[in-house]
Every structure is written in structure tokens, then in C-alpha cells.
């Protein structure tokens, strides 16, 4: 930290990323990312005529791609706002809706990011622990009057809230934005999209990294009122207007015109998913029940910390978080079933079966 950095950010907290090594070859199971490559019209987009295009500035708009958008999610373009991944519109979120002195609820288990740009913009963060069983009490935050961030599904639990909690939520909060992170919905939640047409303070952010194969194309996009949207595209033409490169455009709106693809994919991981449980559970593993592409285990007979490391050392990356509640678990993404069967193999040797 040089002497020049202003006193408010010298004490914040930033985000830790999950391990990227580029020292060797691992199965990674660490980041949520998809095992499965962009499908071939994404691919095909990412040609060398966009490349030689580079020479131009993008669309600040945004606008083949939010059409795409809107198409696919049975809402206006107007509706749709689209950004250098959905952590930058979070980031948006945060400013826009709560600022300094701004109160905001949220998970106290749930993505890290979220208390990262409460301390940023000065928020007041209300972190609200979750039940016994790791899942979230709407109750917690029914009326409560002040901004809400909810990832649903949550992470790392991969514990689902149902639509009816969220807009009992949204409902209740009408002064404030509720803002519904939807990163793994498309492995089995249930989306808020639909009643944004019926709530003006309800802001869904969803995600192409995931289950759309393009964590490194940075590609994240909100759905909510109009007027929400303009919001954030005030604070985008503050900032940058063009957050989105030629060729993250180009690949996003393909890989619309090929979601079947990306939603086989996920089904697949489903499929991948329940077979890891029901393995980890014969092996003693308490699994809670994920609608997310990855798996929160733990067991009696080793500490998270242990298996971790021991993964580790055979060439398999998971994520442990030190949080005293959850540091007997990991966060095990859920990859090919011939990974997820490596990963099990691995289990079952480091726990002397
Ligand atoms: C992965 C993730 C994000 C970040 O998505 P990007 O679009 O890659 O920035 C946001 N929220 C949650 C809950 C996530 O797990």
C-alpha cells in the first residue's frame, strides 16, 4: 500500500478469489466454473473478423445482445442491463441502491463479495446469520426496510428459497430494491425474472459464467423496471460506457441462439450432482441438498481443512472457507462425471477405504 491511498480504502477488506495455480494441471472443482466448453456457435463467433473489428470501439448499448436477452427471458430490451460480469453489476447495485450511510441485509453465509462493496460505498451491512439447517429465513428479511441482496440459490449451502419467500420479500420492501443474485438458478432454482413485470424494486442479476460456459468471457446481465435499469446504465455512462469488449458481446449473443445447448449441459451436471451426493453420503459425508452446480460436504472424520489439503496434494482443487460455522465443509463444484468419479476415488483413499 503506497502513502497515497486515501484513508477510506486502507482498511477495506478485499474479496479472495478461488485459487487460479498455473503451476500444474488439476480437476478443478474450486470456482463453479463449467466443465463444458462454449458450444460451437459460440465458439464461431469469436471469429477473426470481430477480431480485426477490435480496431472499433463496442456498442454501448449493448443492443443485439440485449435483445437476445430479452427474447430469451420474455422481457423488453429496455429490461435488460449487461455488464463486464454480474460482479460489476453488483458493484452497481451497491452504489446505486444503498451508498454511504445506506443500510443493506444480506446472508451473513453467503457470496463474499457482497460485504466487499458494502464497506466500498459505506454501507451500513447488516449480515443476517442463517438457520441451523444453513437455509435463509424470509422472515429475516420481510419488511425490513432497507436494501436486500439475496443470493438464490445461495452459495456455498446451495440451498434454494422458493419463489413465493422471495416475493413475499420483495413485497414487503417496497421502498427499497431487493436484489435477487441468481448465478445458479439455471441448475434448478426458480427465477424471479417473471415478477419484475409485477415489482419495480425487484433487481434479478444473472450470470454466463456458469452455466453458460464463459467465466472468463466476463459476461453478466440484470433484468428488472425500467427505471432500475436506467439507474445502472447512469452510473455505466459515469464510468464506462463500453464495459463490454467486441468479442464477450459476440459470444454472449450467440450462445443465446444456442441455449438448448447450455441447458443440456446443465442438465448433465444435475444428473453429475446426484450421483457425487449419494457417493459422499455413503461415505459418511453430510451433503446439504444444492440446486447449484456444486456440492457443500462435510464429515465427522476429517476436518475440511484436512481434505482440502489432501485433495490438494492428489491434483484436485475444492474451496474451503475459514468461517468458523461452515470450516468443517467444502465447496465441491460439481464437474464431468469422470472428474466427479476421480474426486470420489480421491475421498475414499484419503479416508483409508
Ligand atoms: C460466480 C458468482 C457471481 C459472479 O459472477 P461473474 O458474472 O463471474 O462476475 C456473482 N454472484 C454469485 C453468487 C456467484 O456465485
Not at 117 to 143: N, Q, R, T
Not at 264 to 276: F, G, L, M
Request: charged share 25%.
Amino acid at each position: 500500500m503506497s502513502r497515497f491511498l486515501q484513508k477510506g480504502l486502507q482498511s477495506l477488506e478485499v474479496y479472495t478469489p478461488g485459487e487460479q495455480p498455473q503451476d500444474k494441471q488439476y480437476i478443478k472443482l474450486n470456482t463453479n466454473e463449467s466443465p463444458y466448453p462454449p458450444g460451437p456457435k459460440t465458439l464461431a463467433a469469436i471469429n477473426r473478423q470481430e477480431g480485426e473489428n477490435l480496431r472499433l470501439y463496442s456498442d454501448p448499448e449493448c443492443t443485439a445482445l440485449r435483445d437476445a436477452l430479452a427474447q430469451r427471458y420474455g422481457v423488453e430490451r429496455g429490461n435488460v442491463y449487461a455488464a463486464n460480469g454480474s460482479d460489476d453489476i453488483l458493484n452497481f447495485a451497491f452504489w446505486a441502491f444503498c451508498g454511504s450511510g445506506g443500510k443493506v441485509r444480506f446472508p451473513e453465509i453467503s457470496y463474499g463479495f457482497y460485504s466487499v462493496f458494502a464497506d466500498l460505498h459505506g454501507c451500513v451491512a447488516e449480515p443476517i446469520p442463517l438457520k441451523e439447517d444453513f437455509s435463509i429465513d424470509p422472515g429475516d428479511y420481510a419488511g425490513v426496510n432497507t436494501f436486500v441482496v439475496i443470493a438464490n440459490p445461495n452459495a456455498p449451502t446451495g440451498l434454494a428459497l422458493s419463489l413465493d419467500a422471495v416475493e413475499e420479500i420483495v413485497k414487503s420492501n417496497p421502498n427499497h430494491v431487493v436484489l435477487i443474485d441468481e448465478a445458479y438458478v439455471d441448475f434448478g432454482g426458480e427465477s424471479a425474472v417473471p415478477l419484475t413485470k409485477k415489482y419495480e424494486n425487484l433487481l434479478v442479476v444473472q450470470t454466463f459464467s456458469k452455466s453458460r460456459s464463459m467465466a472468463g468471457g466476463r459476461l453478466g446481465f440484470a433484468i428488472g423496471n425500467r427505471g432500475l435499469i436506467e439507474d445502472l446504465e447512469r452510473l455505466k455512462y459515469s464510468t464506462n460506457p463500453y464495459c463490454l469488449n467486441r468479442l464477450t458481446l459476440a459470444a454472449g449473443t450467440a450462445a443465446l441462439l444456442e441455449d438448448g445447448y447450455y441447458m443440456d449441459n446443465c442438465k448433465k451436471i444435475i444428473a453429475a450432482r446426484a450421483w457425487t451426493k449419494a457417493a459422499l453420503e455413503a461415505l459418511d459425508f453430510t451433503v446439504l441438498p444444492s440446486k447449484t452446480n456444486f456440492l457443500f460436504a462435510a464429515s465427522k472424520k476429517i476436518s475440511g481443512e484436512e481434505l482440502y489439503r489432501k485433495l490438494k496434494e492428489r491434483g484436485i482443487l475444492v474451496r474451503h472457507f475459514g468461517k468458523e460455522r461452515i470450516k468443517n465443509y467444502n465447496r465441491i463444484t460439481i464437474g464431468t462425471q469422470a472428474q466427479m468419479e476421480a474426486l470420489v476415488q480421491a475421498v475414499r483413499e484419503i479416508m483409508g477405504g
